[in-house]
């Protein structure tokens, strides 16, 4: 089974920025994306990208944060552009094969006002 080590996270000023890096042990996958939880809410999907290279960013992200790979690497990145206090949260990278999906431990994103 693959594993997934994130990496980047850390407390930031607003307008900020921070790349989360997320390596996986095995193959890519059929999409590696980032998803994110903030205190009393629901996990919500921030972005991903397809094995072919599509992406998909969530429309409170889209224009300022940015998804790319590293296929050489099995390496998905996450650059977070004009951070705001609302983008605090655990950010969560997932792989996913077919029906399944592997999660990473998750890495603490603060944006302080």
């Known amino acids: 089974q693959v594993q997934l080590v994130e990496s980047g996270g850390g407390l930031v000023q607003a307008g900020g920025s921070l790349r989360l890096s997320c390596s996986a042990s095995?193959?890519?996958?059929?999409?590696m994306g980032w998803y994110r939880q903030a205190p009393g809410k629901q996990r919500e999907l921030v972005a991903n990208i397809r094995s072919a290279g599509s992406t998909y960013y969530a429309a409170s992200v889209k224009g300022r944060f940015t998804i790319s790979r590293d296929s050489a690497k099995n390496t998905v990145y996450l650059q977070m552009d004009s951070l705001t206090p609302e983008d605090t949260a655990v950010y969560y990278c997932v792989a996913v094969f077919g029906l399944s999906a592997t999660w990473g431990q998750g890495t603490q994103v603060t944006v302080s006002s």
């Open positions: 095995g193959n890519f996958g059929d999409s």
